[in-house]
């Protein structure tokens, strides 16, 4: 429905389109594709996300969709019932470890070292029956044959490895903005994500960001929709008080 919207207003489109380079260029924004075509404009808007961060191993790839899964509010409904882990051990992984106790049969955080979540959380752990811990553990391989089927850790401290059996693990270690092309210019967190204003602004003037390429503390669908829809606002504001 978004899609036939922006057709329907005769907006083009550019698909497979990946950008490369980005500079600003008086009082308009050029990017620069890796096709070598190059757009200029009064404003831009940038919204090219997030990715999760990826553990790197084996199994990890072969079983996502089948056991793998990064968004626990996302996914959590699809393994009532299960066994599942969770890896991380920051604020998310923890909250995500939280949100899943209320619907699988049992939750196993898996960590390689302490914790890094806020205590405010951890003290929650305790009052789960079905939620387990398992620090100072390296996952080091995703197993299964059609589906994932439970994962091969290793004890961090005396490099002992164990097989546990479950039929899901949720990877919380973060996520990775999509925002290359601009870091030279665009103020950033240490997460590298796009620091924005209520209104969406960056700190170049002219230029706005929404959803998970910026410090919005929630990465959700449709948080981003709402932050979309006040980022173009505050675009079309911008060109109208150029004219």
Same mark, same amino acid.
């Given at each position: 429905q978004f899609w036939e919207h922006v057709e329907d207003?005769?907006?083009?489109?550019?698909?497979? +389109?990946?950008?490369?380079?980005?500079?600003?260029?008086?009082?308009?924004?050029?990017?620069?594709? +890796?096709?070598?075509?190059?757009?200029?404009?009064?404003?831009?808007?940038? $919204?090219?996300? +997030?990715t999760p961060r990826r553990l790197g191993i084996p199994g990890?790839?072969?079983?996502?969709?089948?056991?793998? +899964?990064?968004?626990?509010?996302?996914?959590?409904?699809?393994f009532k019932g299960k066994d599942v882990f969770v890896v991380g051990g920051g604020n998310s992984a923890v909250e995500s470890a939280l949100d899943l106790a209320k619907v699988v049969n049992t939750v196993t955080i898996v960590h390689r070292s302490?914790?890094?979540a806020d205590k405010?959380?951890?003290?929650?752990?305790?009052?789960k029956s079905n939620i387990k811990v398992c620090l100072d553990t390296q996952i080091r391989e995703i197993l299964g044959s059609d589906f994932m089927t439970g994962i091969l850790v290793e004890d961090?401290?005396?490099?002992?490895?164990?097989?546990?059996?479950?039929?899901?693990?949720?990877?919380?270690?973060?996520?990775?903005?999509?925002?290359?092309?601009?870091?030279?210019h665009l103020h950033t967190n240490e997460q590298g994500e796009i620091i924005t204003t209520i209104r969406g602004e960056t700190n170049l003037p002219g230029v706005f960001a929404a959803?998970?390429?910026?410090?919005?503390?929630?990465?959700q669908i449709i948080t981003a929709m709402g932050a979309g829809a006040t980022a173009a606002?505050? $675009?079309n504001d911008y060109i109208n008080q150029l004219s």
């Open positions: 207003n005769g907006v083009p489109i550019q698909e497979e +389109a990946e950008i490369v380079t980005y500079q600003p260029e008086g009082k308009l924004h050029e990017v620069v594709l +890796a096709t070598g075509d190059t757009y200029r404009s009064k404003s831009l808007v940038i $919204a090219t996300g +997030a990890e790839s072969d079983f996502f969709g089948k056991g793998v +899964a990064y968004c626990a509010i996302c996914d959590g409904p699809l302490k914790f890094r405010v959380l951890t003290d929650q752990l305790a009052s961090t401290r005396t490099s002992q490895q164990r097989i546990l059996e479950g039929q899901g693990v949720f990877v919380e270690i973060g996520l990775v903005p999509s925002t290359k092309p601009f870091l030279k959803g998970d390429v910026t410090d919005v503390p929630y990465k606002l505050s $675009a």
